[in-house]
């Protein structure tokens, strides 16, 4: 579950009423002080290298044995500067223990515009895969997409990898240091992105809808290497859930060894998760002046902001907070269409559009 999910319970329970605040959606000092933050990140750094080390060794072994069982030459991005498809384009890669994460090649040559995404655990979050890469590509988008796991595909997800033609790529867990909660865990894996080895990446939340070719993003101007659309209600800070990013390993270490040295993060970017985290390290770059702008991430709230929305001519549609459109009892699903009608419409309507595109051409149980 991400962090997000249980931040936006508050203001699902404000826009079944009144709307009394608007929250987030999802989802140093001087002399001796900066010197013992410095070496606390360093040391940080180094400890969370370790941790990647040993996470991916223990996989090892099971990726191994995956290998044999399915007879599946894994590509190793390790040893390969341009990786490559696979035999039964199982598309599977390894992520070196540190340094940039090497992707595939596309008719033989290296591609450098990659959309991305994060999968957390099993199949809990497939139908989301599901609409969102079938979204995607029903979009005609000319760039491939990356789903990055913590974990062995399931055989559902390698079977609507060869469906939907994405790749797949296992990255170590990282997790904020300073949170003791289970369901926390994993609050910062999302910055593997920052280690795609590509000229500019694009990153969706498995919980958007793409409606229109988001293609734009990868030539929009980036003053600093990255952006975002604002959060919705407070634009004065950035929503996560979107991003374009052009990943270099000095970014990635040190926006690592920022999440790790910094103490607190002070309100009112604290949430606990990547959201917080990137708005506070780019919170002198990043603007609502120069964001992306809001049809590239527009959070289902919007419809309970703005007057007289129309979803249907955004570009990317955002199903953030609780009630996934997925994971739905009845009542819940009556709810959610009197609140925001216009964003759970537009993903099942996606949806629909997968299981009539794919009926035939993906496995019967992934289109049922």
């Known amino acids: 579950m991400d962090l ?12 079944s009423g009144s709307l009394r605040s608007l929250t987030r959606c999802p989802h140093q000092s001087e002399g001796l002080g900066r010197w013992k933050a410095a070496a606390g990140g360093a040391l ?24 044999s069982r399915d007879s599946v030459q894994l590509v190793d991005a390790i040893d390969s500067p341009c990786p490559t498809s696979v035999p039964g384009r199982h598309r599977l890669l390894e992520a070196p223990l540190s340094g940039m994460i090497p992707l595939p090649c596309i008719d033989g040559k290296q591609s450098d515009f990659w959309y991305t995404t994060l999968m957390m655990s099993g199949n809990a979050y497939l139908p989301a895969v599901k609409v969102m890469a079938s979204s995607l590509k029903a979009s005609r988008s000319r760039s491939k997409l990356l789903v990055m796991l913590v974990a062995l595909p399931t055989p559902e ?15 170590p867990v990282l997790s904020n240091p300073r949170l003791t909660k289970a369901s926390w865990a994993g609050t910062y894996t999302k910055l593997s992105a920052f280690r795609l080895k590509a000229k500019r990446i694009v990153y969706l939340d498995l919980d958007t809808v793409v409606l229109r070719n988001p293609d734009e993003l990868f030539s929009v101007a980036l003053d600093f290497g990255f952006n975002a659309a604002p959060d919705v209600g407070k634009d ?23 999440a790790m040295a910094t103490p607190i993060i002070p309100e009112p970017w604290y949430d606990g998760g990547d959201q917080g985290l ?7 770059k990043w603007s609502k002046a120069t964001a992306l702008p809001e049809r590239f991430d527009t959070l289902k709230y919007a419809e309970g902001i703005q007057k007289n929305i129309d979803i249907d001519s955004k570009v990317i549609v955002h199903l953030c907070g609780l009630r996934k459109p997925w994971d739905l009892t009845e009542k819940d699903r009556m709810q959610v269409t009197e609140q925001w009608p216009q964003s759970y419409a537009a993903w099942w309507r996606a949806e629909a559009d997968f299981k009539q595109r794919y009926a035939g051409k993906c496995p019967r149980q992934l289109v049922q």
Do not use: K
């Open 4 to 15: 997000s999910d249980e931040e936006h319970s508050d203001l699902e329970a404000e826009q």
């Open 44 to 67: 940080a750094l180094l400890a969370l290298t370790a941790f990647a080390a040993v996470h991916l060794r223990q996989a090892r072994p099971a990726i191994l044995e995956q290998r």
């Open 157 to 171: 997800l390698e079977a609507l990898a060869e469906c939907l033609d994405f790749y797949m790529v296992i990255v």
């Open 236 to 258: 004065w800070q950035l929503n996560s859930g979107v991003f374009v990013v052009e990943p270099t390993e000095f970014l990635y270490r040190d926006l690592v060894s920022f």
């Open 278 to 284: 990137l708005s506070y390290y780019f919170r002198n």
